[in-house]
């Protein structure tokens, strides 16, 4: 069957978007809505989304009126009658899609296909109220519509495979990426990133962290569009609920059980930007423009010792980029490492890195020469006697990050901050073999860390307030945006971010969906800058293991298990990058 007119009911956010993008495409749009007030209110938000384009250089003026002109607007259903398509995008209620979807049926011809835009819903259950099942399918566009690229092309059991080919074929003529999926709660898109966003306000109402510094934590640490909180506030709060309430009655997962807090903030009105206020406050109900945002914390500068001479004890590239970092922007460096030929080759990292950023023109000649002159190798732990903080970056095993701490509580000064760039370790294990714990804290830095602006600031039960005001004010100064957190595993960035990780393996693992589709739902779906399994490479799947492994035992959370496939690959030496082979192969 030819497509040329397609029948969009509701015209909410979503359905307005949808019916935008077909009209863009040539089609003709007939827009159904349950009252002359949700017309109304379709339209304005397709004129405005639409204008807005022209505004941006992304659509002619031209192509705008003809476009407004595609679509039609209706509050009867029977006036479907003679279309091709049909896409339902009213709001997530079972119930509500299933009497839609019933009264469609006997209205459109009977080989028009029936597409539902649920994100979380049972296509299945929704097909089941109609006498055409199998020309019944899930087409689940992003929001905004007109923008974004995925469309997850959802099949039940029963859908025929030749409706399954026509609807991907119509969604890469609407200029869209498709992905093909089985009928499970949140597909993949939605299963994977609503537990990561429920995962963050459990954060928030626990008080771990603000909302500034989790959603800082996420852009800046893992390069994400937008923070966690800031995303729920767009999505709206009362809409990721009934997503998370919708997975978590299939799944029966914990991580999906609506947290608390956003039942709270739904009963207060508090919905997000829809409403001009939800994690945070808007100049305006829709509007994108935050009124009550907290600028990067300030510290009591009386409670900052002064910090002159810095440390860096590692060989590694963590060690060097450290070293780099506070190199360049004045301090002293003291680089110890073990051996002579260490110590040279850590600062033969660090010159190749200011060699390319001079290239770049990222940093100017003299100030790449001044920054290298800037920095004693050593191998002398007693050479740090002088030092006013000490950065530790060796491997990530306790005991022999513990021997370091223990051996530099003997050799600094008395003040001296002792910290530690774990990123998911205990650091009051490490304090604990010294005897200033209060002077020891975690300062996690991100690899690359000259490039990378987040450092976690992670205070232990017995860090002093003035280690803490110290370790902000040194990072601020490096250049750096500090975010605080408290001592237990994962930090932030991690302990969000493995989760996710492991539940795209698990996925996986269930032969839900192949690690290409799953990689493209989350770039191309929700703007991440790479997919789960290319992060698992670039990190090493060892890494991520154990990593994993650490949450696990740190929170006795089951849904926090280690995926047993991503055991087995490392098992088999498939560690990602830097083996040639993980969930990607690299040899060719």
Same mark, same amino acid.
């Given at each position: 069957?030819?497509?040329?007119?397609?029948?969009?009911?509701?015209?909410?956010?979503?359905?307005?978007?949808?019916?935008?993008?077909?009209?863009?495409?040539?089609?003709?749009?007939?827009?159904?809505?349950?009252?002359?007030?949700?017309?109304?209110?379709?339209?304005?938000?397709?004129?405005?989304?639409?204008?807005?384009?022209?505004?941006?250089?992304?659509?002619?003026?031209?192509?705008?009126?003809?476009?407004?002109?595609?679509?039609?607007?209706?509050?009867?259903?029977?006036?479907?009658?003679?279309?091709?398509?049909?896409?339902?995008?009213?709001?997530?209620?079972?119930?509500?899609?299933?009497?839609?979807?019933?009264?469609?049926?006997?209205?459109?011809?009977?080989?028009?296909?029936?597409?539902?835009?649920?994100?979380?819903?049972?296509?299945?259950?929704?097909?089941?109220?109609?006498?055409?099942?199998?020309?019944?399918?899930?087409?689940?566009?992003?929001?905004?519509?007109?923008?974004?690229?995925?469309?997850?092309?959802?099949?039940?059991?029963?859908?025929?495979?030749?409706?399954?080919?026509?609807?991907?074929?119509?969604?890469?003529?609407?200029?869209?990426?498709?992905?093909?999926?089985?009928?499970?709660?949140?597909?993949?898109?939605?299963?994977?990133?609503?537990?990561?966003?429920?995962?963050?306000?459990?954060?928030?109402?626990?008080?771990?962290?603000?909302?500034?510094?989790?959603?800082?934590?996420?852009?800046?640490?893992?390069?994400?569009?937008?923070?966690?909180?800031?995303?729920?506030?767009?999505?709206?709060?009362?809409?990721?609920?009934?997503?998370?309430?919708?997975?978590?009655?299939?799944?029966?997962?914990?991580?999906?059980?609506?947290?608390?807090?956003?039942?709270?903030?739904?009963?207060?009105?508090?919905?997000?930007?829809?409403?001009?206020?939800?994690?945070?406050?808007?100049?305006?109900?829709?509007?994108?423009?935050?009124? $009550?945002? !907290?600028? =990067?914390?300030?510290?009591?500068? &009386?409670? #900052?010792?002064?910090?002159?001479? +810095?440390?860096?004890?590692? /060989?590694?590239?963590?060690?060097?980029?450290?070293?780099?970092?506070?190199?360049?922007?004045?301090?002293?460096?003291?680089?110890?490492?073990?051996?002579?030929?260490?110590?040279?080759?850590?600062?033969?990292?660090?010159?190749?890195?200011?060699?390319?950023?001079?290239?770049?023109?990222?940093?100017?000649?003299?100030?790449?020469?001044?920054?290298?002159?800037?920095?004693?190798?050593?191998?002398?732990?007693?050479?740090?006697?002088?030092?006013?903080?000490?950065?530790?970056?060796?491997?990530?095993?306790?005991?022999?990050?513990?021997?370091?701490?223990?051996?530099?509580?003997?050799?600094?000064?008395?003040?001296?901050?002792?910290?530690?760039?774990?990123?998911?370790?205990?650091?009051?294990?490490?304090?604990?073999?010294?005897?200033?714990?209060? $002077?020891? !804290?975690? =300062?996690?830095?991100?690899?690359? &860390?000259? #490039?990378?602006?987040?450092?976690? +600031?992670?205070?232990?039960? /017995?860090?002093?307030?003035?280690?803490?005001?110290?370790?902000?004010?040194?990072?601020?100064?490096?250049?750096?945006?500090?975010?605080?957190?408290?001592?237990?595993?994962?930090?932030?960035?991690?302990?969000?971010?493995?989760?996710?990780?492991?539940?795209?393996?698990?996925?996986?693992?269930?032969?839900?969906?192949?690690?290409?589709?799953?990689?493209?739902?989350?770039?191309?779906?929700?703007?991440?800058?790479?997919?789960?399994?290319?992060?698992?490479?670039?990190?090493?799947?060892?890494?991520?293991?154990?990593?994993?492994?650490?949450?696990?035992?740190?929170?006795?959370?089951?849904?926090?298990?280690?995926?047993?496939?991503?055991?087995?690959?490392?098992?088999?030496?498939?560690?990602?990058?830097?083996?040639?082979?993980?969930?990607?192969?690299?040899?060719?």
């Amino acid at each position: 069957m030819v497509i040329a007119r397609v029948g969009v009911v509701g015209l909410g956010t979503m359905g307005s978007g949808i019916a935008e993008v077909l009209a863009r495409c040539g089609l003709h749009v007939v827009g159904v809505e349950i009252d002359r007030n949700g017309m109304a209110r379709g339209r304005r938000h397709i004129e405005r989304s639409s204008e807005r384009a022209v505004a941006g250089g992304k659509l002619a003026s031209t192509d705008r009126a003809a476009l407004l002109e595609r679509i039609s607007y209706t509050t009867a259903l029977t006036d479907l009658a003679d279309v091709d398509f049909v896409i339902e995008a009213v709001p997530e209620s079972l119930d509500r899609k299933a009497e839609v979807f019933a009264q469609l049926d006997k209205i459109v011809g009977p080989e028009v296909v029936l597409a539902s835009n649920t994100s979380s819903l049972s296509v299945t259950e929704i097909g089941v109220h109609t006498s055409r099942p199998g020309k019944v399918v899930g087409m689940h566009f992003f929001n905004p519509a007109p923008v974004l690229k995925l469309v997850e092309i959802v099949r039940t059991v029963v859908t025929e495979p030749d409706v399954t080919a026509q609807v991907v074929a119509f969604a890469e003529r609407l200029g869209k990426t498709a992905v093909v999926i089985g009928d499970r709660a949140g597909f993949i898109a939605n299963a994977l990133l609503f537990g990561y966003l429920n995962h963050a306000v459990r954060m928030l109402e626990q008080h771990y962290a603000t909302r500034e510094d989790l959603d800082a934590a996420m852009r800046l640490g893992c390069g994400y569009p937008m923070g966690p909180l800031a995303l729920l506030d767009l999505i709206g709060l009362d809409t990721a609920y009934e997503i998370l309430d919708s997975m978590y009655h299939q799944s029966r997962d914990r991580l999906h059980a609506p947290t608390p807090l956003l039942k709270q903030m739904i009963t207060a009105g508090l919905l997000g930007r829809k409403s001009g206020r939800g994690f945070y406050t808007y100049d305006a109900k829709d509007s994108p423009v935050v009124v $009550d945002a !907290v600028p =990067l914390s300030t510290v009591d500068s &009386a409670m #900052v010792r002064e910090v002159g001479r +810095v440390g860096v004890v590692g /060989a590694g590239t963590m060690a060097a980029g450290i070293a780099e970092v506070f190199a360049k922007c004045g301090y002293d460096v003291v680089l110890r490492a073990r051996t002579r030929d260490k110590a040279e080759a850590a600062l033969e990292k660090v010159s190749g890195s200011l060699s390319r950023a001079v290239r770049k023109g990222k940093l100017s000649e003299v100030a790449g020469r001044a920054a290298l002159e800037k920095i004693e190798p050593v191998t002398d732990l007693a050479a740090l006697s002088e030092v006013d903080l000490v950065v530790e970056a060796v491997a990530e095993e306790l005991m022999v990050k513990r021997e370091v701490f223990a051996a530099l509580d003997r050799v600094t000064r008395p003040g001296a901050i002792l910290a530690t760039t774990t990123s998911s370790l205990p650091v009051i294990d490490c304090a604990a073999a010294t005897g200033r714990m209060p $002077d020891v !804290v975690g =300062l996690h830095f991100f690899n690359p &860390a000259p #490039v990378m602006k987040l450092v976690e +600031v992670v205070a232990t039960i /017995a860090t002093a307030p003035e280690a803490v005001a110290t370790a902000h004010a040194v990072c601020a100064a490096a250049g750096k945006h500090p975010v605080h957190c408290t001592d237990r595993a994962g930090f932030i960035v991690n302990a969000l971010l493995f989760p996710y990780l492991n539940d795209a393996v698990k996925m996986l693992e269930a032969n839900y969906a192949q690690v290409e589709d799953i990689d493209t739902a989350m770039k191309v779906g929700c703007g991440l800058p790479m997919g789960p399994f290319e992060v698992l490479d670039v990190v090493g799947l060892d890494v991520s293991l154990a990593i994993q492994r650490t949450l696990y035992q740190e929170f006795s959370e089951p849904g926090f298990a280690p995926a047993s496939l991503l055991g087995h690959l490392v098992t088999a030496g498939r560690l990602g990058r830097k083996t040639g082979k993980g969930f990607h192969d690299y040899t060719h």
